[in-house]
C-alpha cells in the first residue's frame, strides 16, 4: 500500500498492492475502494483501467475515480408516525382510532468511525491482505 495523495481536509489516497485506488476519510469516517482489476472479458480494459488508476499515482490526483464504501453494513429500523386518521369498525358503527400510530422501515447504512483513523486504517489492511 502506497501513500500517494493527502487532501486539504485530510483524506488519505492509497494504491494498493494489485494497482487499486483506495481512500481512507477521517472526518466522515468511510474507507472507499475503486473497481477491481479482475473479471475483464478482455485484457487490454484491465490494462486500460490500470494505466488510468497509475496517472491518477503519478499526477498526486485521483480526479474522477469511482469508489465504493467497504465500510460493514448495518440494519437499521425507523419508526415513523402515521399523519392520517385512522377509523375502526365494530358492529357497522365507526370509531376514530385515537393512539398514536407507527409505521417502521428497515433499511442499510454503512457503520462510521469518524475520527478514528486507527479503525479506517486497519479496515484497509484488512481489505488490502483479504482482496489483494
Same mark, same amino acid.
Given at each position: 500500500? =502506497?501513500?500517494?495523495? %493527502?487532501?486539504? #481536509?485530510?483524506?488519505?489516497?492509497? #494504491? ?9 476519510? /477521517? ?27 497509475? =496517472? ?5 490526483? /485521483?480526479?474522477?475515480?469511482? &469508489?465504493? +464504501? %467497504? ?7 425507523? =419508526?415513523? /408516525? !402515521? ?6 369498525? %365494530?358492529?357497522?358503527? &365507526?370509531? =376514530?382510532?385515537?393512539? +398514536? !400510530?407507527?409505521?417502521? &422501515?428497515?433499511?442499510?447504512?454503512? #457503520?462510521?468511525? +469518524?475520527?478514528? %483513523?486507527?479503525?479506517? &486504517? ?11
Amino acid at each position: 500500500m =502506497k501513500l500517494y495523495h %493527502i487532501t486539504k #481536509q485530510g483524506t488519505l489516497h492509497f #494504491q494498493l498492492k494489485n494497482g487499486r485506488l483506495a481512500a481512507v476519510y /477521517p472526518s466522515t469516517g468511510y474507507v472507499r475502494v475503486a473497481h477491481s482489476l479482475d473479471g475483464f472479458v478482455e485484457n487490454r480494459f484491465r490494462v486500460g483501467l490500470l494505466n488510468r488508476f497509475n =496517472k491518477a499515482v503519478e499526477d498526486g490526483n /485521483p480526479g474522477n475515480i469511482t &469508489m465504493w +464504501p %467497504i465500510n460493514k453494513r448495518v440494519t437499521t429500523t425507523t =419508526k415513523y /408516525p !402515521v399523519n392520517r386518521e385512522l377509523f375502526y369498525e %365494530i358492529n357497522g358503527s &365507526m370509531y =376514530k382510532y385515537h393512539n +398514536p !400510530v407507527f409505521f417502521e &422501515m428497515t433499511g442499510e447504512t454503512c #457503520q462510521t468511525y +469518524p475520527n478514528d %483513523i486507527v479503525k479506517l &486504517m486497519d479496515l484497509l489492511t484488512a481489505f488490502e491482505a483479504k482482496n489483494c
